[in-house]
Structure formats: structure tokens, C-alpha cells
């Protein structure tokens, strides 16, 4: 909360050199608590308090800090105090009752605000907040009446207000007296057309279903263009066990030229069920709406919804390569698609989609990712590094370090299949500078330390962050054993080889070799 300028009290007179020191040190403590610096600025509102006993703003501010600090039992006698020194200001006594009502002392909160609608009968926010505390005490009568007051200052033109009253009637189930209240607010706003349908609802619950229909006819012949109504009409349909007549009505609105494509989504998604009851295909609904908008992306992705919970994922593929065209910005369609093909271990889709997205994505690094691993799996490692190499030309936001960092341990695990010791250790090197404790990189770059006649204690001190991270990961437990084994530690090695054999559930041809190698 921002504290609000500086206001003298008339009751204290301070010489112009105290006002002069009292408005500086005013003004260091505002600043000093707006950087939570809350122990000085404490000691400067005390010190303003000596020179003026009697300036409400100083206890006011000195109540917001201990409540900050969760001091309540230092905060209330503040916050009182600003108060009794100006009982008309609407700021203090709202925060005294907001904090009597932070320590659910809901009695003295309503009589502090009870106060303030006597001194200020026009401040409807005070009304407000009298009948949602008469509303958590239980005290409907009482709520209605604080929202009442409302209305006789404003009139019975906000519908906020409106619908605050009639959910006290409906939670009490005063349906009568519910009704009656839409019924007033619709004299003087006969064009609301959601209070309309909210009157008919209540007129269905309560079993007057023909006024109730009469409303709703009204209602579809002025607002055919408007979902509110199409969905209410519905439910009223619905609920009358008119199930026929709701399903047209929902078939109706998929035709319907007057309502938007949100609309028509909705009217969908929100009748489904009622669709299924009716042995309804909703597949050539969805059709109909994307022929109706071919261009538009959300009914593509409503479709790919569809098309995902029934298990159909070369049609969901499909569908998601077209709102790629449609809108190539969206990461998740790629990496849905990504995800699908990489399930499929289809190939040459991953090729297809990687190449897509890098002509329409091409300052995406993730794609260029994609694209080295799929050369690298045909061993076409020379135009896996070209193309890490492009991707680490561009920008790299920094919510995209990690795919740098990704990027970076590819083209050093790259360069050691090549042999080329020189550019891994740049490239592992690079990795670290992102991120210093990357558990894959150290222990790569320990294991093509220890392969190419490397600095086996440097080695040895990257192996043993990556034991000390996963002790039970059979890969770091043999990259460890085997520099413990080039040093002549060959205790040590027997010791973390045994271990990695003991994790190690693919028998991993590696592992086997240095076991065999360590213990002869």
C-alpha cells in the first residue's frame, strides 16, 4: 500500500523550523518503508510523532508497518489511535476494520463501519463492506439492508448490487423475495438481458416454467445473435426434460449465422453430453464450424481436442500441421507434434515437422535441436554440428538458456565422437559458464577427459559432483570407476564398478567391458 501524502493536524502548531524538520523526516519515512525498510522507518515515525503528538497520518502509517512486520499487537493500538484523531477519515477506519477483521473479530469490524455510515450515508463502499461481514455472521436480514442503502443513493441501476441481494435471498431460500428483486431492477433495466435470463431461471426453480418460457421466447427473438441467452434457453429446455427441442437448439446454433465463432464453440462445448443422450456425431459439428472458419485457429484447436480424446493421433497430427500454418507463433501445437512423432519413432514425420518449423520458426533454438539429433541418429554428425553451430548464433532469451545449454552439451558430445578433443572441451566448457553444476556435463566431459589423456584429477573432481548428485546412476558410477582405475586407484574402482553393474538394469555393454577390465 502506498502511503498517501502528508496531512498536518490543525489541533498541533508547529514553528517553522519544527515543520521544516517534521516534513523532512516525514518524507524519509515514506520512502524508507516503501523499500520495506521497516525498522528505520519505525524510528523515523516516532521521531515525527515528538515533534507532532498529534498527526494521524504518522500512527496510521506505523499500523501498516507493524502489520507488514505481523506485529498485530503493536498495529491496533496505531491504527486506533488515527482514527480517534480523525474519525472522518475513511481510509484509517477502513483499515482498522480490515485488520479487526483479519483477526476475525467480525463484531467489532461492523460496528467500525456501522460508524462510518452514519458519519458519511453516501459512502457505498462501506455498505458494501457491512453486508459482506452481515453475510459471513449470518445475518441476511441485515445484509440486504446494508445493500439496500446502496441502491437508495444510486438507484437500482447496478446489477453488482442487483445480483448481491438476490444470492442472499437464494441462499436462504427466499425465492419469492429473490424474484421480486430481478423483478424490480428489470423495471427500471428492462434491456439486461442476463438479469432476463437469470429471472426466468429462478422462475424454472421455483416451477412457474410458463412465464418462465415466455421470458426465454422474448429473449431468443431480440438476442438470437447472443450465447447468453442460446445456453440459458437450453438448460431451460433441459431442465424441462424438453431434451428434443434443447438439441435442435444446439444443432441451430452451430448453423446459425447471426452468432460468433466464441459463441458457437461454446453452445458446443457446454452441450456435449446432451448431444451424446441424442446419438448426435459431434465430429461434423466441429467440421462445420472450421468450413464456417477455415482461417481462425481455435475451432482447429477445439478439433485437435476432440481428435486427441478419441485416440486418433494421425488425424490429431494433421490437424495440428494445419495450425501450424494458421498460427506458426504457437510452441505448444510444435511441441505437441514434436512429442507425437518422437511416440511414433517416426522419422521422417520429425523431419517433416523439424524442417517446417525451422522455415516458419527460424529464430526458434528447439527446432534446431530437433534437427541435429535426427543427423545424429544417421550418423551424419558433420551437419549435426553446422547445424548447432546456427543455433547458437541466435538470440537466447532468459528463458531459453536451457535449450542453449542443451545445445551446447550436444555439440560437445558431437565433436567427441569426432575425436576432436580440442572443440568438446570449448563447447563442455561453454556448458558449464551456463550452468556450473549440469550433472550430464560434467560427467561427459570427465569421461572424454579420462578417454583422451586428459588431467585425470580434474577429471576425477567433475565425476565425483555427478556420484554425489545420483549415487545410484550406473552411467556416473562407471565413468567414476573408470578414472579411480587410469589413476592406479584400483580399490577405489573395484569398489564404484561393482556398484555400477549392481544399478545398471540394460546391461550396458560399457559397464560389463570396465568390470571385466577393473578386476582382472
Avoid at 450465447?227 to 448453423?255: G, H, P, W
Wanted: hydrophobic residues 35%; proline residues 4%.
Amino acid at each position: 500500500m502506498t502511503i498517501s501524502a502528508k496531512k498536518s493536524a490543525p489541533s498541533s502548531q508547529l514553528d517553522e523550523r519544527q515543520q521544516t524538520l517534521f516534513n523532512y523526516y516525514f518524507y524519509q519515512a515514506q520512502l524508507t518503508y516503501q523499500l520495506q525498510q521497516y525498522d528505520e522507518s519505525i524510528a523515523l515515525y516516532q521521531y515525527c510523532i515528538n515533534l507532532n503528538p498529534n498527526d494521524p497520518q504518522c500512527y496510521y502509517s506505523l499500523g501498516l508497518i507493524y502489520q507488514a512486520m505481523q506485529a498485530d499487537k503493536y498495529a491496533q493500538p496505531y491504527l486506533e489511535k488515527a482514527l480517534q484523531l480523525q474519525p472522518h477519515n475513511w481510509q484509517y477506519r477502513e483499515a482498522l476494520a480490515n485488520f479487526e477483521y483479519a483477526q476475525h473479530n467480525r463484531d467489532k469490524a461492523i460496528e467500525i463501519i456501522k460508524e462510518e455510515t452514519k458519519l458519511h450515508p453516501d459512502n457505498n463502499v462501506a455498505y458494501e463492506m457491512l453486508a459482506t461481514l452481515y453475510t459471513q455472521t449470518n445475518q441476511p436480514k441485515l445484509a440486504v439492508k446494508a445493500l439496500k442503502a446502496v441502491e437508495r443513493n444510486n438507484g437500482i441501476t447496478t446489477t453488482s448490487n442487483t445480483y448481491s441481494i438476490y444470492k442472499i435471498y437464494i441462499n436462504n431460500n427466499q425465492y419469492k423475495e429473490a424474484i421480486k428483486t430481478l423483478q424490480s431492477y428489470l423495471k427500471q433495466n428492462p434491456d439486461d438481458y442476463e438479469m432476463k435470463c437469470l429471472l426466468a431461471n429462478t422462475l424454472t426453480q421455483t416451477g412457474q416454467t410458463e412465464k418462465a418460457e415466455e421470458i426465454y421466447q422474448e429473449l431468443s427473438q431480440q438476442h438470437s445473435d447472443n450465447k447468453f441467452v442460446y445456453l440459458s434457453l437450453i438448460d431451460f429446455y433441459t431442465i424441462k426434460k424438453q431434451e428434443q427441442r434443447a438439441k435442435d437448439l444446439v444443432i441451430n446454433a452451430i448453423y446459425s449465422p447471426q452468432l460468433d465463432l466464441d459463441s458457437k464453440l461454446e453452445v458446443l462445448h457446454y452441450n456435449t453430453d446432451l448431444l451424446k443422450r441424442h446419438n448426435i456425431d459431434i465430429e461434423p459439428l466441429i467440421v462445420e464450424i472450421i468450413q464456417q472458419y477455415p482461417q481462425e485457429e481455435q475451432p482447429h484447436q477445439y478439433y485437435a481436442s476432440f481428435l486427441e480424446a478419441n485416440n486418433r493421433k494421425d488425424d490429431l497430427i494433421n490437424t495440428l500441421l494445419t495450425i501450424t500454418d494458421i498460427n506458426p507463433d504457437n510452441e505448444k501445437t510444435w511441441q505437441k507434434l514434436l512429442d507425437l512423432a518422437t511416440e511414433k519413432k517416426d522419422d521422417s514425420l520429425i523431419v517433416q515437422i523439424t524442417d517446417k518449423a525451422l522455415i516458419l520458426q527460424p529464430n526458434e533454438p528447439i527446432y534446431y535441436l530437433y534437427k541435429s539429433f535426427q543427423h545424429t541418429q544417421d550418423s551424419n554428425y558433420v551437419s549435426a554440428i553446422e547445424i548447432c553451430k546456427k543455433a547458437l548464433q541466435l538470440e537466447f532469451p532468459e528463458n531459453k538458456l536451457h535449450l542453449k545449454l542443451a545445445i551446447l552439451k550436444h555439440l560437445g558430445d558431437l565433436y567427441n565422437l569426432l575425436g576432436n578433443f580440442e572443440e568438446t572441451t570449448k563447447a563442455y566448457d561453454q556448458a558449464l559458464a551456463l550452468y556450473p553444476e549440469d550433472i550430464y556435463t560434467l560427467n561427459n566431459y570427465a569421461y572424454a577427459i579420462a578417454t583422451n589423456n586428459g588431467d585425470l584429477n580434474k577429471a576425477e573432481k567433475m565425476s565425483a559432483k555427478t556420484v554425489k548428485a545420483e549415487p545410484t546412476n550406473p552411467t556416473y558410477l562407471d565413468t567414476y570407476a573408470w578414472i579411480l582405475y587410469l589413476k592406479g586407484d584400483i580399490t577405489l574402482a573395484k569398489y564404484y564398478i561393482e556398484k555400477a553393474l549392481e544399478y545398471d538394469k540394460d546391461d550396458n555393454l560399457e559397464i560389463i567391458l570396465h568390470h571385466t577390465i577393473i578386476n582382472r
